[in-house]
């Protein structure tokens, strides 16, 4: 049975699904202002918090995920689940995880928050900075977190937006894991070349708005965030994009050792999933080697 309460002045509903790994604080309309018209609108944000939350007296760091519809209940368009409730209480019972906050984001515009490119909607900017300047403040001011272990994590458009994100904002999101990226997004457009031509022609990647968005942050080895990603080789029918999604995180990795200086296991991890597909259940899989890698 839900429970309403209120926190920090929003208000939220308290459910607990029988996890030994914890219970839930949901925000059906968690609204925090000043970062534009749509993004001052209300969103739904689940909270899941350790069951001894309440005793331990303990600060805990804190995931963030993309598609929050998806990571703990079949809510999302896809209509499966990452099912992060069960897999934490699964590590904590065999001692492989220090126990952590996880904060599941659900879209208000998906398509308009994940694009970083203009005519496609363009609202990632302003998402990243909502993501740095409003919710994680929230969180860390309402939760007993720790605000420098953190790790902003998505798959697909959401590991784009994840990546995007922590490149703008490194000191709130220092640590990020983009699942099976798509680099690849908006590539063609940016040529403005004629419709007939653009599935023939595509930019480099190191020349994308991406990188150009980037490289400031990149460029600082004192700053920039440690980078997790990874791919499939697998595409079938109704996955087609993991192909070019694998062959543009192949250039990202290029570009980041031999651009950025990154280094392979120090602060750039990357895998190639020999049977991962463009799905939940690949992504879902490679989880736990994630959560073990930053935490």
């Not at 002045?9 to 308290?14: E, S």
């Not at 798959?155 to 690849?184: C, D, N, Y």
């Not at 990154?262 to 991962?276: A, I, K």
Request: some cysteine; glycine content about 8%; overall charge negative.
């Amino acid at each position: 049975m839900a429970e309403a309460f209120e926190k920090g002045g929003q208000r939220a509903w308290f459910h607990d699904h029988g996890h030994w790994g914890g219970f839930f604080h949901t925000y059906d309309n968690l609204q925090i202002s000043g970062f534009g018209a749509h993004f001052d609108q209300p969103r739904k944000i689940h909270v899941f918090i350790p069951r001894d939350y309440e005793v331990s007296g303990d600060c805990y760091p804190v995931l963030y995920c993309n598609d929050g519809d998806d990571i703990f209940f079949a809510d999302g368009a896809s209509g499966q689940s990452w099912q992060v409730a069960e897999l934490l209480s699964r590590m904590y019972l065999r001692d492989q995880l220090p126990k952590m906050i996880v904060v599941a984001i659900c879209a208000g515009d998906r398509p308009y928050e994940y694009s970083h490119i203009p005519h496609n909607g363009g609202g990632l900017e302003d998402y990243g900075r909502y993501l740095a300047k409003g919710l994680k403040p929230f969180i860390d001011s309402n939760y007993r977190t720790q605000p420098e272990q953190t790790l902003l994590l998505g798959a697909a458009q959401g590991g784009l937006a994840a990546f995007h994100t922590a490149t703008q904002h490194p000191r709130q999101f220092p640590k990020v894991a983009a699942l099976s990226p798509s680099f690849w997004f908006g590539l063609e457009k940016q040529l403005s070349l004629p419709q007939d031509l653009e599935s023939t022609f595509a930019i480099a990647l190191q020349h994308s708005t991406l990188i150009f968005a980037a490289t400031p942050i990149l460029s600082n080895g004192e700053l920039r965030p440690q980078i997790y990603l990874d791919w499939g080789v697998n595409a079938d029918a109704d996955h087609p994009e993991e192909s070019r999604t694998r062959l543009r995180a192949l250039e990202m990795r290029k570009i980041l050792i031999q651009e950025f200086g990154y280094q392979e296991n120090v602060d750039l991890y990357t895998v190639e999933d020999l049977l991962g597909h463009h799905k939940i259940e690949s992504w879902r899989g490679r989880l736990p080697m994630i959560l073990q890698l930053f935490f």
